[in-house]
């Protein structure tokens, strides 16, 4: 209970290994058993950068499709409309997002072979933490998924841990029956064809997406979320707050991507998620004008020098941003709470509780306390600096 280790007598250096990386290695170690089961014969470890146990989403489809444009916007902040002007990929573009998670993105190029035998499978597929595959929904899409259908034919029996997530992109534009007839269609075609080659109830989801609007945002979210090894005990506090301080929703989001990592079980619905996440920008600017967090040393100095003689921390109620604005129409309060670098907590009030706002100021507190430890037991052990 002390934190000191009191069981028998360690063989060698300990290895910190965040449960995160204990599940890519599992997954890893448990498909180069059933490589060698199959093929008799074992793989190589993954080289590079993935070896490094960083869970991998690997954006795969037909050319011109939109990858690029996704990872343009979700996790460079590039507007939407400059993502006309972005040029085809030629090369795998590989990026290392660091965040409360590291991870990393593969873009790949929508021609590339991966049937081709030089192309290394264990390599790209070894340590993977998804797979996104983008379908154009605004194009002849028939090709598109039939290349899908090879490529999970292809790596399933060697890799059937993959998550595959399938974005129908592009959506934008399109109406609401339209949408669904479509995303029928693929659905419908994919788990034909799979089933026809003896593959049944293909562990396949489906995301409607667009980058015009917070749909892939959401999806993303989805997908991130299912990395998460600690993710029902962030649910299970969020629900906690939820009902202590009768929040109708709360998120924990990812303060630079916009991606909720965790949410209540109440569901999800898209105009709160944008109010939450649009709140997040207004913040994350105004800090960046009036937040002292990171100002020069001799400014600091000053401040906690004569007439004051106390440390900054001291003379401030909370070193994180935290804020609660109420909405003229809705007449139901937004609250925000940074919860460390990365993270912020944002959560819809019912109406009416601006008066208890003391008592929910106690209260996410304590809840922020729970998410930094839970955060703290999975850190990696390479990551990052939590908490300012
Ligand atoms: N309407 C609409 N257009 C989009 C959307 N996402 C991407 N696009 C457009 O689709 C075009 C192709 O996007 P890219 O991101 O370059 O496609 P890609 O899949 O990376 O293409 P390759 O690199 O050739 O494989 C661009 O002109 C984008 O502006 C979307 O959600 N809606």
Request: with cysteine; proline share 6%.
């Amino acid at each position: 209970m002390d934190g000191t280790y009191n069981g028998p007598a360690r063989q060698g250096p300990v290895r910190f290994v965040s449960p995160v990386t204990l599940n890519l290695e599992r997954i890893y170690t448990q498909n180069r058993i059933n490589i060698q089961k199959r093929h008799g014969r074992v793989p190589e470890p993954a080289p590079g950068p993935a070896a490094k146990g960083k869970p991998r989403l690997l954006l795969m489809g037909q050319r011109r499709s939109g990858k690029s444009s996704i990872s343009s916007v979700v996790f460079n902040k590039m507007p939407p409309n400059e993502t006309l002007f972005l040029e085809s990929t030629a090369r795998v573009q590989k990026e290392a997002m660091r965040s409360f998670m590291d991870f990393q993105v593969w873009d790949f190029p929508g021609q590339l072979d991966f049937f081709d035998p030089n192309f290394d499978q264990d390599a790209v597929f070894g340590e993977i933490g998804a797979l996104i595959w983008v379908i154009d929904a605004q194009d002849e899409y028939l090709d598109a998924i039939n290349r899908l259908n090879m490529t999970i034919l292809n790596i399933q029996p060697a890799y059937s841990n993959i998550n595959i997530e399938v974005f129908i992109h592009k959506v934008d534009g399109l109406s609401e029956d339209y949408k669904l007839d479509i995303q029928r269609d693929i659905m419908q075609r994919i788990q034909d064809e799979l089933s026809d080659h003896g593959f049944e109830n293909a562990p396949i989801n489906f995301h409607l997406t667009s980058i015009y609007n917070h749909s892939i945002f959401e999806a993303f979210s989805k997908v991130i979320q299912k990395l998460i090894p600690h993710l029902p005990t962030l649910e299970a506090l969020l629900n906690d707050l939820c009902r202590s301080c009768r929040f109708e929703k709360a998120y924990l989001f990812d303060i630079v991507s916009k991606i909720y990592v965790a949410t209540d079980s109440s569901p999800v619905d898209m105009p709160s998620y944008e109010i939450c996440s649009d709140y997040i920008d207004v913040i994350v600017d105004v800090s960046e004008i009036f937040g002292w967090a990171p100002r020069p040393e001799d400014y600091v100095k000053a401040l906690e020098g004569p007439p004051w003689n106390k440390k900054l921390e001291d003379q401030t109620g909370c070193g994180a941003a935290e804020s609660c604005i109420v909405l003229t129409d809705q007449k139901r309060p937004i609250m925000l709470r940074e919860v460390n670098t990365y993270l912020v907590l944002v959560a819809i009030m019912k109406e009416g509780s601006y008066e208890k706002m003391p008592l929910v100021t106690m209260n996410v507190e304590t809840v922020v306390k729970g998410l930094l430890e839970v955060l703290e037991i999975t850190k990696q052990r390479n990551g990052v600096e939590d908490g300012r």
